[in-house]
């Protein structure tokens, strides 16, 4: 990509949450559901003396992508770190169901979740937790009758329980930006120390958590470029393709054996990461 493009280009990790979803949906069909003005917000964080948000931080929006009905859920990082509690989790959750029961009632109805999270708000703890536990039980329902598409674009990336719930989905798809983990950098170099994970290292943290490294390993289905049209595009494509055959959730054994070959004494590199990962798949 040259400068002109650069700069010419429809950033979608520049986008809002809300703008996420237009983009996404097919023009003039997004409706929000449980939108600001709605005014669903946590009673948790007010307690605390911390700042809500009229929606929480979570869009629904509802519409059509390629003429089907679709929802897409797009989670806002700019606020809370984009974390998960009780009334945003409960918005997502709530959704996917609904989306399965119009398939079970011949309604075809698929999903995009736009990833941008730190994962459960520690502010919130088990209300927080059990609402990501609801989310990946409903995307497991769901993708049985239409695909569920996982977008991560970045900045914030995917963390914690959310980073699961975005490897259940019948695709993923990231951005060379978007990076992928269970823990973030910060809680391993504060866990197991700086000689174990440098968080400042951001070559590090790129090479084996960044967008490249994950669809390089079969931990996402395709790396896209931070063009908004090229994102929708591809989510349109993956749609068509239907449900996958096999989830990628449903081959636990194969990493599980493949994880078992590999010698934790040492600091793995991303070439060591995509040896392991990366044929095969």
């Excluded at 049209?229 to 449903?250: I, M, N, T, Y």
């Amino acid at each position: 990509m040259n400068i002109e493009q650069l700069l010419n280009r429809d950033s979608f990790i520049e986008r809002s949450a809300r703008n996420r979803a237009r983009a996404l949906l097919d023009a003039g069909s997004m409706r929000e559901l449980i939108g600001p003005f709605d005014r669903v917000t946590s009673p948790w964080l007010a307690q605390q003396k911390l700042v809500t948000q009229s929606d929480d931080g979570v869009v629904v929006a509802k519409g059509t992508v390629d003429g089907v009905a679709t929802v897409v859920l797009a989670i806002e990082g700019a606020f809370q770190g984009g974390s998960m509690g009780e009334v945003g989790g409960a918005k997502i959750a709530g959704a996917l169901e609904l989306a399965a029961d119009d398939n079970r009632a011949g309604i075809p109805t698929q999903a995009v979740i736009v990833f941008e999270t730190g994962g459960v708000r520690l502010q919130e703890a088990n209300l927080g937790l059990a609402a990501i536990a609801e989310i990946q039980s409903a995307i497991v329902d769901l993708r049985r009758y239409r695909p569920v598409i996982g977008v991560s674009a970045g900045t914030v990336g995917c963390y914690g329980g959310m980073s699961i719930a975005a490897g259940l989905c019948s695709y993923l798809v990231l951005t060379r930006e978007a990076r992928l983990g269970l823990n973030g950098p910060q809680v391993i170099e504060q866990e197991a120390g700086i000689a174990e994970f440098d968080a400042r290292n951001r070559a590090l943290i790129w090479g084996l958590t960044g967008g490249q490294q994950r669809a390089a390993t079969g931990l996402a289905d395709a790396l896209v470029d931070d063009d908004t049209a090229q994102v929708r595009s591809l989510v349109v494509d993956l749609f068509r393709a239907g449900v996958p055959a096999e989830h990628r959730s449903d081959r636990y054994a194969h990493y599980l054996e493949r994880l078992a070959r590999f010698d934790t004494a040492g600091q793995p590199e991303a070439a060591d990461v995509r040896a392991l990962y990366g044929k095969d798949l």
